[in-house]
């Protein structure tokens, strides 16, 4: 959900996932719909929303939130949504940014203003969410959360790697009971 341009649907679908992406944005949806065409991949784009997908009553076994909840305008809205796509025995997985000094100071300034990663103004700190408030919306999705980890970039090697470490760029498992 929230899959823009197919950054992470590509990857997927080449390790031999079935993906389904979608996005609220109609454009973004087009351009990863014509980037998978061109790279020969199989890939259902769709312009929509969590809600009108679980309104639909559809479900998979893996649902996909990586840097998209901090930019929805209802996050208990969103979260309960897709929460009610995850099949049992299925995983809910969401990666996003800590609400912290921290992740103020590099999540925002420094991505958006010193190393220009992304446009100034993408990111709303006030909307980051703290791994407590994202736990909370994945049990009240009917979700256990299994694992919680931090990602940490190193510059000097260009690289991410896992920490325990959840102050800034965080990714939480769930799963839903078989």
Known sequence: LGCGGG?????????????TGI??????????????????????YRHGTAEALADNGEAFDVVLNLEVVEHV????????????????????IVATLNRTLRSMAL?????EYVLRWVPPGTHDWRKFLRPSEIAAHLRAAGLTVERAVGLTYDPLTDSW??????????????QRAA
């Open 161 to 174: 790697r896992e920490s325990g470490d959840l102050g800034i760029n965080y990714t939480m498992v769930a």
């Open 23 to 44: 996005d609220a944005g109609a454009e973004a949806v087009e351009v990863a719909r014509t980037h998978a065409r061109q790279s020969g991949l199989a890939i259902d």
């Open 107 to 111: 999540g925002v300034v420094a991505a």
């Open 7 to 19: 950054l992470i649907c590509e990857p997927m679908a080449r390790l031999g996932a079935t993906v």
């Open 73 to 92: 305008s209802d996050v208990a809205a969103f979260m309960a949504a897709a929460g009610g796509l995850v099949k049992p025995g299925g995983l809910q």
